[in-house]
T-cell receptor, first 111, second 115 residues
Framework: GENVEQHPSTLSVQEGDSAVIKCTYS??????FPWYKQELGKRPQLIID?????GEKKDQRIAVTLNKTAKHFSLHITETQPEDSAVYFC??????????FGKGTHLIIQP | NAGVTQTPKFQVLKTGQSMTLQCAQD?????MYWYRQDPGMGLRLIYY???????DKGEVPNGYNVSRLNKREFSLRLESAAPSQTSVYFC??????????????FGPGTRLTVL
């Protein structure tokens, strides 16, 4: 089955700086890669996703890049703000059989 | 449009007791999922139903059973609860059509403690 590794487990950045979270996956058939943000006690919420036929996608301060050859994808957050503090999860899937998640990155924005 | 709803929000069980977690979605999605979330482990798939009438095991199915009651509802049953099943349980739904996979929407979660 699919295996997703996520790094780092904790990331602390100064407000206004950029944050990068990286994930690798094992199943070359995976074709959909979402990123979720989860605040304490809340449900995961999708912030951006990318499909295997696209190399990069951007939505305002958030971008995701995908390297299919190396089987890794990354989340980039620019101009970080206090409300970006949360746990971020990457995930991968090949279809309707559910998402395989990384173990999460706790992003801390220092004022 | 309530999205994905789950009941109950909280539950405390004693070892050996049984219970059913309920999930419903009103987005006309084909696929539904049950995940559990433990500290430091991310979310892990327990069971899923790719379409009405089908169910399949995920990564951690032992100790659980599921029922896809209809297109809207997907329940998770613990027949004999164990302390290792203490976790937060999330239900999710999405639409999968051929090569097009769409966002999974999550319910608010059920926080289960087994004593």
């Amino acid at each position: 089955g699919e295996n997703v590794e996520q790094h780092p487990s904790t990331l602390s950045v100064q407000e206004g700086d950029s944050a990068v979270i990286k994930c690798t996956y094992s199943d070359s058939a995976s074709n959909y890669f979402p990123w979720y943000k989860q605040e304490l006690g809340k449900r995961p919420q999708l912030i951006i996703d990318i499909r295997s036929n696209v190399g990069e996608k951007k939505d305002q301060r958030i971008a995701v890049t995908l390297n299919k050859t190396a089987k890794h994808f990354s989340l980039h957050i620019t101009e970080t703000q206090p409300e970006d503090s949360a746990v971020y999860f990457c995930a991968a899937t090949r279809g309707a059989d559910g998402l395989t998640f990384g173990k999460g990155t706790h992003l801390i924005i220092q004022p | 449009n309530a999205g994905v709803t789950q009941t109950p929000k909280f539950q405390v069980l004693k070892t050996g007791q049984s219970m059913t977690l309920q999930c419903a979605q009103d987005m006309n999605h084909n696929s539904m999922y049950w995940y559990r979330q433990d500290p430091g482990m991310g979310l892990r798939l327990i069971y899923y139903s790719a379409s009405e009438g089908t169910t399949d095991k995920g990564e951690v199915p032992n100790g659980y059973n599921v029922s896809r009651l209809n297109k809207r509802e997907f329940s998770l049953r613990l027949e004999s609860a164990a302390p290792s099943q203490t976790s937060v349980y999330f239900c999710a739904s999405s639409t999968w059509a051929g090569a097009s996979y769409n966002e999974q929407f999550f319910g608010p979660g059920t926080r289960l403690t087994v004593l």
